[in-house]
């Protein structure tokens, strides 16, 4: 019998734990991650030659991690592609079955003449997690305005400070472990700004307060933060957030204000504080392009799209499970849950194992725990409020509100491809990645249909839909695949 | 203050001083340590920016993952290169790039066309006129 090949893209929490479970279950796999290290964004590993003794200091559960990552990369059956990036899924012709092929590419990010290859799986489990969602708001675009996760990824992968007086605004429980990594490595913190005021926080998790309590890892790391926080005197504060970024030629200056419950900005309320880094981030956005190559249906949720699963993991495609972040935004211990669940079955695992019990139900705490975050962490609705005609929304094409209002209530503004066209909004070179969501938002508003409404019969324009996930460049596209390697199965492609 | 790489006998990951290298950046030489990507090396030498936006408005880090394509630069002759991704090789020639629009409608680039057209790199954003939207209407 020859042995079931499982392709696991990603190898932060999710990935890691797929691998694992699916090597358990007997399939051969190959691991593989744009990073030259595992452990995602969560275990986000220190460069090797930093020679660091005391890596862990920086991390929770730093000795379980060690070992998932040592077991699984040096599991006989498991091949660990470093480096190495997934461009693009190609899809079966259509009628036929059979998986997406993975072409990849290996070599240092964005270099050139890497080697391509091809990986033709039995089974594929998409695990590329998600990146900071930033709302626009005037001056956003200055150097020193940071999403979050930037000055997270600085300090624990590079150990770089961002700054002496930083200030930390936005929405959702991320904040803290960026706050904490920030004083950590040695930063000043001058305060970290929860845009929902207590009232809605307190209803989100209230409603339901022991499903908080069932992610005990998550809750005792939120309570560590909240104790750093008042122990160095950063103040947090609800119902406030940066409206506003001023300076030459690099932030100096942040203009808070204090939010109604929809984000409406209270007039008067205004405060001008000296910074020199701004970090924002309004949640998470997941990475989309790979599971919408694969052909996976999306699943509308009140804190954005995701891909939509079953109860096994497993997308509308078949063969191809989708877990972490891209399926709902829950933080590691659910990734991880997720990620087992899915490696297992990609795997041939038995589904119906007396274990599985426990990571289900597991699991679906962890959806659970996703719902109560996005209802205790909404955006309010009236956050458009801060925009300006000037204010920059797309970033890389620097598209402005005032263009995309005009290009929107125009007649042919109507549909979100057609603004996209009209005013270059999304067409830079980050693909929509960052504004993308958010003209699908202001243009729907703007033309008076509800997010995702399809205008005048044409279908929705999908913010993520890239055919090309990962640049490629011209010569490396032209050259022929790398031979295969013994122990991966590789297409004839 | 400027960014700043934290002091090795003050990091309690007890990370050793770390193996000097050094790049060039638009011809002048900055300096860094193995292992540091080339924005972490820009940022601990002080530049917070280094790219120029159409509008001429300078860009710099701002997701530090690799999603938003706002720190890119040239790195040995390879255009689009997200310096937040790469890490720094001893030796690395950078320069800075611009999408400044001049006269004609080119984009201004501080590196030759011909590097340009060399290094191309290949994303929905070259079709994005037309066939973009194709792809973008089937099954959404
Ligand atoms: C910058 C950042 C920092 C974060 N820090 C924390 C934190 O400190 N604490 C916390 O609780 N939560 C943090 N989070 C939230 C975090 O995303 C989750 O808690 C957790 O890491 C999610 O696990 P995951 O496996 O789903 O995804 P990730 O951990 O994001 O792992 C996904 C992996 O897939 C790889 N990948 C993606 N696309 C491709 C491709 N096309 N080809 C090859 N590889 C690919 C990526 O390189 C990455 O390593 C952070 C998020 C971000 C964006
Ligand atoms: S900072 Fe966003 S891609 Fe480098």
Redesign the pocket.
């Known amino acids: 019998m020859t042995v079931r090949q499982v392709v696991v893209i990603g190898a932060g929490p999710a990935g890691l734990a797929a691998a694992a479970s699916a090597l358990a279950a007997g399939a051969a796999v190959t691991l593989l991650d744009a990073a030259e290290r595992p452990g995602g964004q969560y275990h986000r590993m220190l460069p090797e030659e930093y020679g660091a003794a005391r890596p862990g200091r920086l991390h929770h559960g730093w000795a379980a991690f060690e070992r998932l990552r040592r077991r699984v990369l040096g599991h006989p059956r498991c091949t660990w592609l470093a480096e190495t990036a997934v461009w693009a899924l190609e899809r079966p012709e259509p009628g036929h079955p059979g998986l997406p092929l993975v072409h990849t590419l290996t070599g240092p990010a964005d270099g050139t003449d890497r080697p391509r290859r091809t990986l033709a799986p039995d089974a594929l489990v998409l695990a590329p997690g998600a990146h900071d969602r930033v709302l626009p708001f005037p001056g956003w675009e200055l150097p020193g305005v940071y999403?979050a996760g930037?000055a997270q990824a600085l300090a624990k992968g590079e150990r770089l400070v961002i700054g002496d007086d930083v200030l930390l605004a936005g929405s959702g429980p991320f904040l803290l472990p960026v706050a904490a990594a920030l004083l950590e490595a040695g930063a000043g913190v001058r305060a970290v700004l929860e845009a929902n005021p207590p009232r809605t926080v307190a209803r989100g998790w209230a409603r339901r307060p022991w499903e908080l309590a069932e992610q005990p890892g998550k809750a005792a790391e939120l309570a560590e933060y909240t104790a750093l926080l008042a122990h160095r005197r950063v103040p947090y504060r609800m119902g406030r957030t940066v409206i506003e970024a001023r300076g030459d030629g690099r932030v100096e200056e942040a203009v808070t204000a204090r939010l109604r419950p929809d984000w409406s900005v209270i007039p008067g309320s205004e405060v001008t504080v000296a910074v020199d880094a701004l970090c924002v981030s309004h949640g998470f956005s997941p990475q989309l392009e790979l599971p919408l190559a694969a052909g996976c249906a999306l699943l509308r949720s009140p804190a954005g799209e995701f891909v939509a699963v079953d109860g096994d993991q497993l997308t509308s495609c078949p063969g191809v499970y989708a877990a972490g972040e891209i399926t709902g935004i829950a933080g590691a211990p659910a990734a991880r849950t997720e990620g087992a669940l899915a490696g297992w079955l990609a795997g041939g695992g038995d589904p119906a194992t007396p274990a599985l019990r426990r990571v289900r139900r597991n699991r679906d705490r962890g959806r659970a725990f996703a719902a109560r975050l996005a209802a205790a962490h909404p955006v309010g609705s009236a956050w458009p409020g801060w925009l300006r005609p000037e204010t920059v929304i797309c970033r890389c094409e620097e598209t402005d509100y005032g263009t995309l209002c005009r290009a929107a209530t125009e007649e042919a503004g109507a549909a979100p491809r057609v603004a996209k066209l009209a005013t270059r909004a999304g067409l830079g070179p980050?693909q929509a990645r960052i504004c993308g969501p958010t003209v699908a938002e202001l243009t729907a508003r703007l033309s008076g249909n509800s997010p995702g409404c399809p205008a005048d019969g044409l279908p929705v324009a999908a913010p993520h839909r890239r055919p090309i996930a990962q640049p490629i460049r011209l010569g490396e596209l032209a050259s022929s695949p790398a031979p295969s390697e013994p122990d991966t199965k590789e297409s004839t492609a | 203050m400027s960014p700043r790489l934290i002091r090795a006998a003050a990091d309690a990951t007890g990370r050793r001083p770390g193996r000097p290298l050094r790049i060039t950046v638009d011809g002048e030489p900055v300096t860094g340590i193995a292992g540091q990507s080339i924005?972490g090396v820009l940022l601990a030498a002080g530049r917070t920016s280094w790219r120029t936006a159409r509008s001429g408005a300078p860009r710099?880090?701002?997701?530090?993952?690799?999603?938003?394509?706002?720190?890119?630069l040239t790195v040995n002759g390879a255009p689009d290169v997200?310096?937040?991704?790469r890490r720094a090789a001893d030796g690395d020639v950078v320069t800075t790039q611009s999408r400044v629009e001049v006269a004609d409608g080119d984009v201004a680039a501080s590196q030759s066309r011909a590097e340009v057209a060399d290094g191309d790199v290949v994303t929905t954003q070259s079709r994005a006129d037309g066939s973009t939207d194709g792809a973008a209407g089937e099954g959404a």
């Open positions: 999403a930037a980050c | 924005a710099g880090v701002f997701c530090g993952i690799g999603v938003c394509f706002d720190c890119v997200r310096a937040c991704r």
